[in-house]
């Protein structure tokens, strides 16, 4: 059974840009979340969509978007890259929203340098 | 405010020395509380899964534990392969995970 995959791996941007990251979860499962994973915050939860609908939403701006389409496949956009916004982004999948009992299944992460 | 707290932040083990790594948590009304393991550059692996306090898993040279405030992660006779961070994360009742800082782990053979 394939695991999730994430495209690109790795990506350069220069400030101001925006970029888009795709993730494809595990078959079968229907909720993807999205994670931002920095040696300083650690891992950090962005958002959550099942059902091509955003569930539950973290603590960061406006420019972080995202969206799941009919196939649960997701996509995560950044808008005016920031040098801050360098990072490890992360796709998880599980089957479904289970009230957080469900394991997540993380994919490799899109690498994301900013300069 | 929901809070992990991995310790400690570094280890450095001989080969089959055997230890355990600590996460205590802070989160009213826990669903459940998930060990990883990540390798450098890729994404976490996902290894344990507890519900309740006093329930234990294990595989291979892991085993995890759960009370009311805390899990370990014990490993017993540890390989160089074990090397890795182990992350500690928790949910609260949604598909939200609460990550600790995690631990480094180093087994020198």
């Known amino acids: 059974k394939a695991g999730v995959t994430q495209t690109p791996r790795y990506l350069i941007k220069t400030r101001g840009q925006q970029v888009t990251l795709s993730c494809s979860p595990i078959s079968g499962h229907r909720s993807v979340s999205w994670y931002q994973q920095t040696p300083g915050q650690g891992l950090q939860f962005l958002f959550e969509?099942?059902?091509?609908?955003?569930?539950n939403k973290g603590n960061f701006p406006g420019r972080f978007s995202g969206r799941q389409f009919s196939n649960s496949r997701s996509e995560m956009n950044v808008s005016t890259l920031e040098l801050g916004d360098s990072a490890l982004y992360l796709c998880a999948s599980s089957l479904a929203p289970s009230g957080g009992y469900n394991e997540q299944f993380f994919g490799p992460g899109t690498r994301l340098t900013v300069l | 405010e929901d809070q992990v707290t991995q310790s400690p932040e570094a280890l450095r083990l001989q080969e089959g020395e055997s230890s355990s790594l600590n996460c205590s948590y802070t989160v009213s009304g826990l669903r459940g509380l998930f060990w990883y393991r990540q390798d450098p550059g890729k994404g976490p692996e996902f290894l344990f899964t507890?519900?309740?306090a006093g329930e234990e898993k294990e595989k291979e040279r892991l085993k995890a534990t759960l009370t009311k405030k805390e899990s370990f992660l014990h490993i017993t006779a540890p390989k160089p392969e074990d090397s890795a961070t182990y992350l500690c994360a928790v949910s609260q009742g949604a598909q939200k995970l609460v990550f600790g800082q995690g631990t480094r782990l180093t087994i020198n053979p």
């Open positions: 969509y099942f059902s091509e609908t955003q569930r």
């Open positions: 507890l519900y309740s």
